[in-house]
């Protein structure tokens, strides 16, 4: 065995035994048996050893910590040490203890002992600046700085201010503190601010009117105002308003602590108005014109009474300031005195000139209008107006300035309504112009006297819608509601183009149409569709309701031509042939019979549609009659109208070589429910199938009230209309 084994020691190190080797080997202790070891020798086991290394922060903090941290280290190693902090002090170093122990920026090492490290510290100094803020502490009124250590403490008087109450210090700086007047600096640079309240100090505001002679002003005492203000403050005392008077600019003041210095003072100068008489069609102080004078506000002034030729002074009107006893006060504003008169009254007689009036008499006043005149009444004639003589004369309306100087007589002016003008014309022109008696007929249940145009060049060229017409004549017409009234008829000089009087499907009547004007076609043409609206549409033009595209933007009704027309009974008697003289098919077309009078059962009568004798409406066709009356009845009364194609054509200025002409006035057949009378371009009257595209004259009758005012009936000066 080995016995007993020395114990060796190692700075750091802890000894763990002996080995057979000096890296790993085999464990020799005492007791172990003693074998044939290498060279004899033996090698010590070492591991390193530990220690502890506390960190006192010294009345610092450490790691967040104010007191002692500690640490296990190994020998020798290493470890990152942060500089600790401590409120007024900058950290200097570490003391350390310990065997080989170091601290070398910041980086501890450990020794092969425990170890302390201990902070070391180093006081902070601070600057306290001590601000007067405009008065004077120290006996100075700049600002003064003094340094501090650390919670060092330091006296401060109270600093003093002209004007102002001292009312404290106002302290800044970390931990700063001021205890009466002890300040103790804390951990930063520390300022000591004085605080001040102005004392209040009274200032006095008066106010002082310009005087109305202009010699100066006058204290308005009332207003004199007392108020305070804090020393060294700006006040601007308001500026008052007065009526008349020009306010001065705002003064402002600084408050001072003499009060006798503070008064502020406004003077108002007195304005200056303009005051102008109008004599107002009268003369005053020599002149017609108005007269423009300044005067002071509340300056008084003497005005006399104004004259005016055929006028009586009465007052003055005053706009602004006071009249009292010819005495004008002037007031705050520009004045106007208007003089006021009273006019003279005449009596006006009005003479009807043919008419009848209800009101004889009316007074008027002199410089005023007329007023309301009366309206009267002529059958016939529309009222053009009242005039100063009976055919020429000025005209008198009731906007018109009575201007005369003795009583006065109005004439009655009148114009021809146009059925009175084309009557006037029959009388005297019978080269042009027929007059037909006829007795009630059939649905025309009253008696009529109409007057037609007749011959070849007839002047019957009428201006409407833009475009040459011509005058049918003047007839008595129901007007759909039983109020029978003479109109004028008038037909479109040329045709609007071909179309079908109406068509169908091929289902009703084999698509020839129907021959009803209140369900036609063309009647919807005419009546509501393209042609009245004045636009585009489609129309219809041949078998199976056949269309066409139709433009009448330019041709169409326009919405004055429409004013002047009117809705008319316009009677759809049918018959059966068209070998009839002129005066029957009047009879005829005035009867009930309608133009469906079918005995055979076949595609051509399969209509369902209804007839009625009349239609109710504005714009329509001529009557086969009104064809046979356009010629000479003198040699044509007894020609069938089949029959006018062989010579009273040529004396009919309905009759159009070019075309053929729809008519209104359906034909019966005992067959066919879709035959119309049309004139065709030989002359005769004929048969069409309602189908067929032919030529389109619309005819229309004007209001009764329509007047014609200018022209001579010629294609070059046609009859001018007006409403």
Sequence with gaps: MYGELPTPERNGYIFTGWYTSSSGGQAVTESSVYSNVSANKLYAGWEKGKYTVTINPNEGTFEESTGETKYILEYQEEKNIP????????FDKWTVTGSESEVTNNIFKMGYTDATLKANWKINSYTLTVNPDGGTWNNSTSSQNFTLDYKGTKEIPNPTKDGHTFTGWEVTGTNASLNSTTFTIGNGNA???????ANDYKYITKHYQQNVTVDGYTLIDADTKEDTGKFGSQVTP??????????????????????????????YARNKYNLTINPNGGTYNGTTSNTTSEMYYGASKAIDNPTKTGYTFTNWTVSNGKMTDKVFTMAASNATLTANYEANKYVVTFDANGGSVSQATKEVTYDSTYGDLPTPTREGYGFKGWFTSTTAGTQITSSNKVTIIVNQTLYAQWIPYATTKIKNLAATNTNELRIDEHEPTGQQTFATTEYRYWGVTPNNYVEFNNELWRIIGVFKVDDGTGNIEERLKIIRANPIGNYSWDSSDSGVNGGNGVNEWNQADLMNLLNSGAYYNRTTGTCYNGQNNATQSCDFTQTGLTNEAKEMIGNVKWYLGSHTTFTVKTLDMYGYERESASGKQCTQNNNNCSDSVTRKPFWIG?????????????????????????????????????FNSTIDQWTLSPRADSSRAYLMFSVYSDGRLYNDTAKYASGVRPVTYLKSNIKIVDGVGTDQQPFVLAK
């Design 618 to 654: 504005q714009v329509g066709l001529m009557y086969p009659s009104d064809y046979g009356y356009s010629a000479n009845m003198t040699s044509c009364s007894s020609t069938t109208l089949y029959n006018y194609g062989t010579s009273c054509k040529d004396s009919s200025w309905l």
């Design 83 to 90: 500089n600790p902090t401590r409120v007024g002090y900058t």
């Design 238 to 267: 308001p500026v008052n308003t007065y009526t008349g008077f020009t306010s001065p600019s705002p003064k402002t003041l600084t408050i001072t602590s003499n009060e006798l210095n503070n008064l502020v003072e406004y003077q």
């Design 191 to 197: 300022t000591l601010k004085a605080t001040w309240e």
